[in-house]
């Protein structure tokens, strides 16, 4: 007879040997995986750019960490030893300058737009007056360059840089030789070599300047003239 209540005749009796019921582990590993791969966990994360900051910063805070159990004094002899290297490098790159891409002289002396030599003077004491040395240099020598030209003493032609145009005044102006190389090494530096020009630099070009100006040509005439006393005078002394 059945009694309210009594399941015993509904449900199969199960043995108290049997173990309870339990998921696989696999599937229960990947049913996990699959509830955890869902976007309303990870609302929260850190973005990817996030990420990769904090590695840099983890992989900077060991390379750190190991240079500082490696030299003497720990962390501050590391950060000594790097400021000093820092103020190595500094007082190199002041000293020597960027370094060269191509010949000193590559690019051509003016630019496209005419300027006579009294404009290219007065540009270069404004920006003298300034204090901006790089830019006095280059307009005086090209003051220099203009003045020759105008004089005649070097023929008017595009494309000429300042190495060039020493050469050739120094063959009219031998007295000058030294100077206008000097001033071309010093405009080319400034223009092309990265070095920042001095005072000093400028007031050597300028007293060129000057110099130039009372300076007479000698003619090519004059030089074969004396060349044809030298000779004469030496074939004299051996007879």
């Not at 199960?14 to 791969?37: F, G, I, V, Y």
């Not at 032609?157 to 090494?185: I, Y």
Request: neutral net charge; aromatic residues 6%.
């Amino acid at each position: 007879m059945l009694r309210v209540g009594d399941t015993s005749v509904l449900s199969p009796a199960r043995s108290t040997d049997e173990p309870p019921l339990s998921l696989p582990r696999d599937p229960a590993r990947e049913a996990a995986h699959r509830e955890l791969s869902k976007r309303m966990y990870h609302e929260n994360d850190p973005s990817w750019f996030q990420r990769a900051l904090n590695a840099i910063w983890d992989w900077v805070d060991k390379l750190f960490s190991s240079a500082s159990s490696a030299t003497p004094g720990g962390p501050l002899g590391l950060v000594v030893v790097i400021a000093a290297v820092l103020l190595v490098a500094g007082a190199l790159w002041w000293r020597l300058g960027a370094p060269r891409r191509g010949p000193a002289s590559s690019a051509a002396l003016f630019d496209d737009r005419p300027r006579s030599a009294a404009d290219h003077r007065a540009s270069a004491e404004a920006h003298a007056a300034q204090g901006h040395w790089n830019q006095a240099v280059q307009e005086r020598m090209r003051a220099i360059v203009r003045s020759l030209e105008e004089r005649t003493l070097l023929d008017v032609r595009p494309g000429r840089t300042a190495d060039e145009a020493a050469a050739e005044a120094g063959r009219t102006l031998p007295s000058h030789t030294d100077g206008l190389r000097s001033a071309a090494r010093d405009f080319d530096d400034v223009t092309y070599g990265g070095r920042a020009a001095t005072e000093r630099a400028y007031v050597r070009i300028a007293e060129l300047d000057h110099d130039l100006e009372r300076t007479k040509p000698v003619l090519a005439t004059t030089l074969s003239s004396s060349h044809s006393a030298d000779r004469n005078t030496r074939q004299g002394a051996a007879e």
